[in-house]
């Protein structure tokens, strides 16, 4: 099960992919992000872990991402995987009329019977949280050009 989102933001695809793989920005973008936590060495590539708390419902719920997918300008998918659950969101950027559109797809999979019961609650809740994460990656990277 996916879920599918579009944005079209007015900045160069650089700039605008620079802060979107750039997780000291995701408490300004998603909205229950509280910290993140770069654990790996080096620069941000495939294999890359980073550490994300988020408040879910009053609690702190850790997860570490892994990026998947990582081609400079073009494309940056991360995963977590937790009991059974492998969460997916992939980032596609194309330069258009001088900005850039992101293409995002979330997608869920999961092991077992009683996950895949769950799942579409987990997709809800998923949904729930992150709905908004394009509108406020816009309205952040358009608003740092006017400052």
């Not at 559109?101 to 949280?129: C, M, Q, W, Y």
């Amino acid at each position: 099960m996916a879920f599918k989102e579009s944005v079209y933001i007015d900045a160069p695809v650089e700039t605008v992919f620079d802060i979107t793989t750039d997780f000291e920005h995701a408490t300004a973008i998603m909205e229950t992000v509280i910290r993140t936590e770069k654990l790996t060495d080096g620069p941000m590539q495939a294999g890359t872990e980073i550490k994300e708390v988020r408040n879910v419902r009053g609690r702190e719920i850790e997860t570490v991402l892994t990026v998947a997918e990582y081609v400079p300008h073009q494309t940056y998918s991360v995963k977590s995987d937790s009991t059974g659950m492998t969460v997916v969101y992939r980032y596609e950027f194309a330069a258009k009329e001088g900005g850039t559109t992101i293409d995002f797809t979330g997608s869920i999979h999961s092991k077992g019977l009683k996950n895949a019961l769950i799942r579409p609650v987990f997709e809800r809740i998923l949904k729930k949280e992150d709905k908004d994460h394009l509108k406020k990656l816009k309205e952040y990277i358009e608003q740092q050009k006017t400052v």
